[in-house]
């Protein structure tokens, strides 16, 4: 099993800045893609920011120039720093992420989901 922990979410006035924490746990286990998402109210779910295990990113278009994702590939960790918020980045956001994962003999591939964190911002 692997187990996605979130973490920094909070109100926040227009203008200020989040920083986001994800860290994967389990064990006999390795990550490679990893990724943000979020969900507003009466909306659907929608990626954020991506990062595979080489280091290259991805952002929607809404979020680019503001946020910016990174990784700690030793800590199984993924960040989100997003700054100049607004108040429609206030969503619950979601951490993804790929895993492979050893059972005895055999191998695993998973999508696993965090618990969310909410992240309002006032206007």
């Known amino acids: 099993q692997v187990q996605l922990v979130e973490s920094g979410g909070g109100l926040v006035q227009a203008g200020g800045s989040l920083r986001l924490s994800c860290a994967a746990s389990?064990?006999?286990?390795?990550?490679?893609?990893m990724g943000w998402y979020r969900q507003a109210p009466g909306k659907q779910r929608e990626l954020v920011a991506g990062i595979i295990s080489g280091g290259s990113t991805n952002y929607a278009d809404s979020v680019k120039g503001r946020f910016t994702i990174s990784r700690d590939n030793a800590k199984n960790t993924v960040y989100l720093q997003m700054n100049s918020l607004k108040p429609e980045d206030t969503a619950v956001y979601y951490c993804n992420a790929d895993a492979r994962v050893v059972v005895g003999t055999t191998t695993r591939y998973l999508e696993v989901w965090g618990q969310g964190t909410l992240v309002t911002v006032s206007s």
């Open positions: 389990g064990s006999m286990f390795s990550i490679t893609n």
